[in-house]
Nanobody, 119 residues
Framework: QVQVVESGGGLVQPGGSLRLSCAASGSIFSIVRMGWYRQAPGKQRELVADITSGGSTNYADSVKGRFTISRDNAKNTVYLQMNSLKPDDTAVYYC?????????????WGRGTQVTVSS
């Protein structure tokens, strides 16, 4: 089993910054992709950004130019640097990890960390 744990959420004023961290641990085969999703009250969970083990990244249009995803493969850890935060960024942020075992890929989710952008 693989555990995924997020950290770094909190309350920040509009225009401020936060850095989220997410670490995968346990019986890992090969983490090939890690990503950040978010879910605001009354809305569906949406992709924020993800990154492959090779470093390829993908961002939601709403965060391009403001958020940066990065990864430490040796630590199976992914980071999300969030700048110029807006009230619309308020949500629970979830991390996932795609663990490849041969031809199978298992997806593990963390429990989420709250990000609140408010003055």
């Amino acid at each position: 089993q693989v555990q995924v744990v997020e950290s770094g959420g909190g309350l920040v004023q509009p225009g401020g910054s936060l850095r989220l961290s997410c670490a995968a641990s346990g019986s890992i085969f090969s983490i090939v992709r890690m990503g950040w999703y978010r879910q605001a009250p009354g809305k569906q969970r949406e992709l924020v950004a993800d990154i492959t083990s090779g470093g390829s990244t993908n961002y939601a249009d709403s965060v391009k130019g403001r958020f940066t995803i990065s990864r430490d493969n040796a630590k199976n850890t992914v980071y999300l640097q969030m700048n110029s935060l807006k009230p619309d960024d308020t949500a629970v942020y979830y991390c996932n990890a795609h663990d490849r075992a041969g031809s199978q890929i298992y997806v593990y989710w963390g429990r989420g960390t709250q990000v609140t952008v408010s003055s």
